[in-house]
DNA sequence: CAAACGTGGCC
DNA sequence: TGGCCAAGTTT
């Protein structure tokens, strides 16, 4: 019999899917949620060690709820992007208040969450409930441009055509569709990757069309690069590495000796005190919230 | 829709 | 060495 591309990816990811703690049943939908916000934007080996620690320290929302949003700035550590932590906070708090403390399993509740966007209500719903929708990561986009669109790599936003196309070969069953949205972000993550795709292990290789077409190279714009070193988000970096490692308020001194730059490290301080991750106390001194 | 938002590893 | 890339969301 013909397999299909889905029918294939669900068979390889059984066999191949790499042992994540937020695949455990134990992790429920809580370990699902904070797993979901830590990895946006980063890699698995990144997120583990932290994950580890939230979910021993906060094993359900209410108990971060019952933390300052400032402890989970610390405890986010240097994952990146620490507003997420903020967000999961301001998240855990409204689950904890407003949904008997229980993560809702649908994606409208889900999706009103702050923090949580399309792909994360999604995954969710997916991932920790089993729920019938269509997983759109990086990854996911990756596999379907290749697989279905015989393009090397998606669009820089998604399209109209995109949700499309996914909700179009997403499976009727629910727990079908759930098992496509894992197996085919995990192909994207370990075979049909960004760079070097291992084109000899995929279990679609036969049906894909950007295999098929001979591999023809993007076309269209590149992906704006983000640099970094020296920019303003490393200097809110900077700022708030010092905030995290104290414990008691510290001076403006204290702070601006972590970035050379005086314009720089003004507007960084500010953007911090406006985006709630540090407060400035009635003494004029800096902490997290 | 583009820009802002962290950080580290890899080739 | 430096640009690219990593399970996005918000404004």
């Not at 209410?62 to 402890?71: C, N, P, Q, R």
């Not at 998604?158 to 995990?186: F, G, N, T, Y």
């Not at 070193?229 to 104290?246: E, K, S």
Request: proline share 6%; charged share 20%.
């Amino acid at each position: 019999m013909v397999m299909s591309v889905i029918e294939l990816t669900v068979g390889w990811y059984r066999d191949h899917k790499r042992d994540l703690p937020w695949r455990h049943p134990e992790a429920g939908a809580w370990g699902v949620m904070v797993s979901e916000f830590m990895l946006q934007q980063t890699p698995v080996s990144r997120v583990l060690p932290v994950y580890e620690l939230w979910l021993a320290r906060w094993p359900k929302p209410g108990d971060l709820a019952a933390e300052s949003s400032g402890e989970a700035v610390r405890a986010w550590g240097r994952l990146g992007y620490p507003r997420r932590a903020l967000r999961l906070h301001a998240a855990a708090t409204a689950i904890a208040t407003g949904h008997g403390g229980v993560v809702p399993a649908s994606y409208e509740e889900l999706r009103s969450l702050p923090g949580i966007g399309d792909y994360t209500a999604a995954a969710v719903a997916s991932f920790a409930y089993g729920r019938r929708h269509a997983v759109l990561d990086t990854n996911v986009r990756r596999v379907l441009a290749r697989a279905y669109s015989g393009a090397q790599y998606p669009a820089n936003t998604v399209s109209a055509a995109e949700r499309e196309l996914a909700k179009r070969i997403l499976p009727e069953q629910a727990s079908d569709a759930a098992a496509w949205a894992a197996a085919s972000m995990e192909l994207g993550a370990l075979v049909c990757t960004a760079k070097a795709p291992r084109c000899e292990q995929c279990p679609v290789a036969a049906l894909c069309k950007w295999r098929e077409s001979g591999y023809p190279e993007h076309t269209g714009p590149a992906r704006r690069g983000q640099s970094y070193a020296g920019t303003d988000r490393q200097c809110r970096g900077a700022l708030l590495a010092v905030l995290r490692a104290a414990h008691i308020p510290v001076e403006a001194e204290t702070l601006f000796a972590a970035w050379p730059d005086e314009a720089q490290r003004g507007r960084a301080l500010q953007g911090l005190l406006t985006d709630g991750l540090a407060v400035r106390t009635a003494d004029s001194r800096y902490r997290l919230p």
